[in-house]
């Protein structure tokens, strides 16, 4: 079945590490997003890429760091540099300008 | 610089009453619009969407949206509500490979 993967869904990180969270999707789509989701903020974009090898800042980057090595795959890195790291990650991919964005089911990363 | 103002964080409703959640856009380009609904701890799933032609869009169960350019609208209506419409509404705007949000609405159906 075609879809978008996270992983995992659950994740706990002791303040001060890195960590990365996987995305993974075998749609064949070009653009691929990361998003945090806070309770009443809705859905912030951190950073986001139309191509392979190429990515931009979303609205919220710092302490935040991406690759797009593969057309499949998408990884986040939440570094210690965010000061608030605690919350619920999405991420999306759609085919290209206008195109419908098909998310995952999410990643929950708790830093205590 | 483009963005979505959701204009009601919070919507109860009755079962099968109607419901309509608004949403204004700002961009200085054409945009394409769309709904997405999103259960606890799920990822979004899209309603429905406006990339051009008529102004009125059906979506997927019972939703319908109408796009206004003069006013930079994009409302969410739904004549009659169930209990299982029970969740979290989002309006988003894909304009140049970046997809905005707003900040969302709960809506809340009571039996």
């Known amino acids: 079945d075609g879809g978008i993967t996270q992983s995992p869904k659950y994740l706990f990180r002791k303040e001060g590490q890195n960590v990365t969270l996987s995305c993974e999707q075998n749609?064949?789509?070009?653009?691929m997003y990361w998003y945090r989701q806070d309770p009443g903020q809705g859905l912030r974009l951190i950073y986001y890429?139309?191509?392979?090898?190429?990515?931009q800042k979303g609205d919220i980057a710092e302490g935040y760091s991406v690759s797009r090595e593969k057309k499949e795959s998408f990884p986040l890195t939440v570094t210690s540099a965010q000061k608030n790291p605690t919350a619920f990650y999405l991420c999306?991919?759609?085919?290209?300008?206008?195109?419908?964005?098909?998310f995952g089911q999410g990643t929950r990363l708790t830093v205590v | 610089a483009q963005s979505v103002t959701q204009l009601d964080s919070q919507v109860p409703v009755f079962e099968e009453a109607p419901v309509e959640l608004r949403c204004n856009y700002s961009?200085?380009?054409?945009?394409?619009l769309f709904w997405y609904v999103q259960y606890p701890n799920q990822g979004l799933q899209l309603l429905l969407k406006?990339?051009?032609?008529?102004?009125l869009v059906k979506g997927i169960n019972g939703f319908e949206a109408e796009f206004n350019k003069s006013q930079t609208s994009f409302h969410l209506r739904k004549p009659s509500v169930h209990i299982s419409d029970t969740a979290e509404y989002f309006c988003?705007?894909?304009?140049?490979?970046?997809?905005?949000f707003g900040a969302g609405t709960t809506v809340t159906v009571r039996a």
């Open positions: 406006y990339l051009s032609g008529s102004t």
């Open positions: 749609l064949n789509h070009d653009a």
């Open positions: 961009s200085s380009v054409s945009v394409y």
């Open positions: 890429s139309q191509i392979v090898n190429d990515f």
């Open positions: 988003a705007l894909h304009n140049d490979y970046k997809l905005s």
């Open positions: 999306a991919s759609s085919t290209s300008l206008g195109g419908e964005a098909f």
